[in-house]
């Protein structure tokens, strides 16, 4: 069974910074893309940065600059530093894996539960 857990999220001042982490752990025999995704309310779900296999990345407009997503593949962790983070920001955040598994090796794509991330004052 393969999961993905997501840690670090909360209340932050504007300005603030937090660091959200995602673990994927289980019969995990090869990690693909890992992504974070953020849902506000009434608003549908939005690609916040992405991280290949190989380490390339990519960012929505809104956070370029501001967000930075990283890696871990010893750990098979992924990471989000949000830095100078705006009310705008305040969303549920969501761990995203393709992950292909010892069960069937099929490519298969894995959510996190999501994570709180509150930017007030």
């Known amino acids: 069974q393969v999961q993905l857990v997501e840690s670090g999220g909360g209340l932050v001042q504007p300005g603030g910074s937090l660091r959200l982490s995602c673990a994927a752990s289980g019969s995990i025999f090869r990690l693909y893309t890992m992504g974070w995704y953020r849902q506000a309310p009434g608003q549908e779900r939005e690609l916040v940065a992405g991280i290949s296999r190989e380490g390339n990345t990519n960012y929505a407009d809104s956070v370029k600059g501001r967000f930075t997503i990283s890696k871990d593949n010893a750990k098979n962790t992924v990471y989000l530093q949000m830095n100078s983070l705006k009310p705008e920001d305040t969303a549920v955040y969501y761990c995203?894996?393709?992950?292909?598994?010892?069960?069937?090796?099929?490519?298969?794509?894995?959510w996190g539960q999501g994570t709180q991330v509150t930017v007030s004052s």
């Open positions: 995203n894996a393709g992950i292909e598994s010892h069960s069937d090796y099929r490519p298969r794509d894995y």
